[in-house]
């Protein structure tokens, strides 16, 4: 437990397949993907002490918590399901998680709260993208599956950033066939304060557009100049930078604004992937 600071962002690569733990675009499955450079990659990481230290892994792409299920895993994977969640009740074990250190402390397996572990699963028509939870039946003979290799992820000076829409050749005709959701917003003052609430409907994925339509609905009671636009996924979850494009599930996004320049700004850390 002691090997993970409080606050750092990290990726976790299969020790078998050599891949890493990715925050599907969906907004709700995990999964393994070669790709190292992406905000997908990377995980922050949350010490608390509830019944001893426990770990939390939160997305860096939408701010969503890395979750046990007792959902079966799909065909052709071991145990549960693992999948990205809202952070909303302090009890919630779903998110919990305790570090074992294996083979002199160079992987780790990580075990929720009723003593599953976290796996990868085997090869499936030629891929290894199979993530689970999976019972133990002797801590000492863990399956390589369960191990994970820890990369440290530095933190980047400033934002990335957008990515910028992709351009349409007749954008109010099918800007109006896009699929939508509910955006709930929140402004949050210098003192920490939620200081401004409102809801809008947005068609498609763009954070790029989505920014554009804040800047304009907040333009006159802020400095939009400053604006950064941050996702909370749950009344417990920490505040991440959204800085990649919406997840594909057309559900209501929780976002919360700030200031650069306020306490809450600096609080945040983006990783350099």
Known sequence: MDRFQDGEHVRLRSRVHGTYLHADEDGHGVSLHRRRASMHAAWSVHICHRDGPQ???HSAAYGSYLAATDARAPP???GCRAVQRDYDRRELEAVRWHAVWADSGNYVVLRDVAGRCLRANKRRLGRSNGV???????INKVSTMMHWSVEIIPAREGMPPLPRPIGLPYPGILDALMPSRMILYVREGADGSRVTRGSFVFRGRSVFGLRK???RRLRAIMDVSKLVVCVEAGTLGQLTPLVVDLPRSHQ??????IE???PAHADLRCPDV
């Open 55 to 57: 770990l939390l892994f």
């Open 76 to 78: 052709g994977n071991r």
């Open 132 to 138: 689970s939870v999976d019972d133990i039946d002797d």
């Open 213 to 215: 339509k804040l800047v």
């Open 252 to 257: 209501n996004l929780r976002i919360v604004v």
């Open 260 to 262: 650069a320049g306020t």
